[in-house]
């Protein structure tokens, strides 16, 4: 099945310790993001990546990190978690050309 | 700077009804405007979607209307069901080539009640 899977689904950390959220794609896609997901401000991109090695900010890039060493992953890194990144991430990946998105099932981050 | 503005924020439909929601852009270089589905504990899954060289695209009961003049795009959802309660994200994109980066609207949490 096609699919974009991120790990953990929930997880709940202290204000400064480093996290890694995972992505992984099955479809051989090119592109992938990262989107936070908050109350009324929808959905806004993190950063993105074009192809292995090739990684650019988006609109919230501030307190994050990523690495597009494989093709199929894509982790979100989190040096120093602050409470204001608690949100819902999203994955999600494309072929480059195409403009639909497929989306991982969401990674509900609660930083205390 | 928000270059999607999406309303309404909440929507309450009875069975059967029109479901509308309405999308406002910015940007006259967008050129994709799709919409989003999301369910509770799901991913935004991709609805339907419109070039701006069309004024509406429908499929089954899903239905864009687009105003390229007026820089307007809406949704409707006819004979609205309860399976239809969801969040839907309006968007917008740009394809420079190689990709497309999307902006979403707020988003608008419909309820379709019994």
């Known amino acids: 099945e096609a699919q974009v899977t991120q790990n953990p689904r929930y997880l709940i950390t202290v204000t400064g310790k480093k996290l890694t959220v995972t992505c992984s794609q099955n479809m051989n896609h090119e592109y992938m993001s990262w989107y936070r997901q908050d109350p009324g401000l929808g959905l806004r991109q993190i950063y993105y990546s074009m192809n292995v090695e090739v990684t650019d900010k988006g609109d919230v890039p501030e307190g994050y990190k990523v690495s597009r060493k494989e093709k199929r992953n894509f982790p979100l890194i989190l040096e120093s978690p602050s409470p204001n990144q608690t949100s819902l991430y999203f994955c999600?990946?494309?072929?480059?050309?195409?403009?639909?998105?497929?989306f991982g099932s969401g990674t509900r981050l609660t930083v205390v | 700077q928000q270059q999607v503005k999406q309303s309404p924020q909440s929507l309450i439909v009875q069975k059967g009804g029109i479901s509308i929601i309405n999308c406002a852009y910015e940007n006259t270089a967008f050129d994709y405007f799709p919409w989003y589905q999301q369910f509770p504990g799901k991913g935004p899954a991709l609805l339907i979607a419109?070039?701006?060289?069309?004024s509406e695209k429908k499929e089954g009961r899903f239905t864009i209307s687009f105003n390229k003049s007026a820089k307007q795009f809406s949704l409707h959802i006819m004979d609205s069901q309860p399976g239809d309660s969801a969040t839907y994200f309006c968007?917008?994109?740009?394809?420079?080539?190689?990709?497309?980066?999307?902006?979403f609207g707020t988003g608008t949490r419909l309820q379709v009640t019994l």
């Open positions: 999600a990946s494309s072929r480059l050309g195409m403009n639909g998105y497929t």
């Open positions: 419109i070039r701006p060289d069309v």
């Open positions: 968007a917008a994109s740009r394809f420079t080539g190689t990709a497309s980066k999307l902006t």
